[in-house]
């Protein structure tokens, strides 16, 4: 009997993420502590990227993990995709990485070598991020997947929530979108270099950077850009009551993309997405291709942050000496009906 070939990349990321609505359900039905712990600043009723837990007046611990399948057929540059995208719950908090445990799933008939050089991958992030990989936990899996649990440290009065944002706010999106539309292209062999090259980029870049750039600045809400989409996200920020508009030609973006999604190289997971979010938007005069940018799927993807107008450009100057496409690309608005209008 022959036996079935492993193959290494399928199609993964945030795409392999399930869907937010049945999370929102699932999460729903879990039943709430009787006595509320005033220490645990954040947990999962919000929606956010990472938890925060007070251990002091001056010290909170915050606690994120995740892992997903390759998205991207060279190992090591998957160990750094998986790693910036871990790492970038603690930046999107406001916070610092501390320690980091690998969390690994992978086929044991597999070169045990493609193991070796993710992890390398990985390390080499949390490092640069100045945190120390500790150890973790790994199982045979009929396929590969990558990650890490990663805990880092915050002041207790700085945290980036995600659902703080205020009205008048303007929104500041510090990486492009469709990362997700050029890998589905580059999986058929039909992404241009540039393009693959300007999403390897994006995903591999940590978003320390900019984090460091907006905690100078008055961070009403922040979050990063993952498996949701942009609008997914947006939609968690918005939470407790707020609208946005957002100006579809000020948003970030990797060019072709556009392209790629006229192609209809798209994924279930942007469909989910819309699905989702789609009874709260509008869109004026946006054509497909840039409705799809709005609902892909990223990975390691930027940071969406809420600040006030007279704050913002000179954030987005400081951000964009990075070197990565970004943008302020709309405004917080206080309305009766919840809406995203996209124009």
Do not use: W
Not at 204 to 231: M, P
């Amino acid at each position: 009997m022959k036996q079935e070939e492993i193959v290494f990349c399928k199609g993964g990321g945030c795409t392999a993420k399930l869907g937010a609505g049945v999370l929102e359900r699932v999460l729903s039905c879990l039943p709430k502590p009787d006595v509320k712990d005033e220490n645990l600043l954040i947990g999962y009723e919000s929606s956010d990227d990472a938890a925060v837990y007070r251990i002091s007046d001056e010290i909170a611990i915050v606690q994120t993990l995740d892992f997903f399948p390759p998205m991207v057929e060279d190992p090591y540059t998957f160990g750094q995709i998986a790693a910036a995208n871990a790492l970038s719950d603690i930046y999107a908090m406001g916070g610092e990485v501390r320690t980091a445990l690998n969390i690994v799933c992978f086929p044991e008939k597999m070169d045990l070598q493609i193991l070796g050089e993710i992890m390398q991958g990985g390390n080499e992030k949390v490092l640069e991020a100045g945190g120390v990989l500790v150890g973790g936990h790994s199982i045979a899996d009929t396929d590969v997947k990558y990650g890490l649990s990663v805990m880092g440290t915050i002041h207790p009065q700085h945290i980036f929530s995600n659902d703080g944002v205020q009205a008048d706010d303007v929104l500041l999106l510090t990486k492009p979108l469709g990362v997700g539309l050029v890998c589905t292209a580059a999986r058929i062999g039909e992404a241009s270099k540039e393009a693959y090259d300007l999403a390897i980029r994006s995903m591999t870049t940590l978003n320390k950077y900019a984090s460091e750039i907006l905690r100078k600045y008055q961070i009403h809400g922040c979050t990063d850009v993952t498996g949701f989409g942009l609008l997914g996200h947006l939609k968690e920020m918005l939470a407790k009551g707020y609208s946005a508009e957002l100006d579809s030609i000020c948003i970030p973006h990797i060019p072709e993309s556009l392209a790629y999604a006229d192609a209809f190289y798209l994924t279930a997971a942007a469909q989910r997405n819309r699905n989702h979010v789609e009874d709260l938007v509008e869109f004026q005069g946006v054509p497909f291709a840039m409705e799809e940018l709005l609902f892909d799927p990223q990975t390691s993807g930027g940071l969406l942050a809420s600040l006030p107008k007279e704050e913002a450009q000179q954030a987005l100057q400081e951000i964009q000496a990075l070197g990565l496409p970004c943008g302020i690309i709309g405004r917080v608005l206080k309305k009766e009906k919840q809406s995203i209008l996209v124009r």
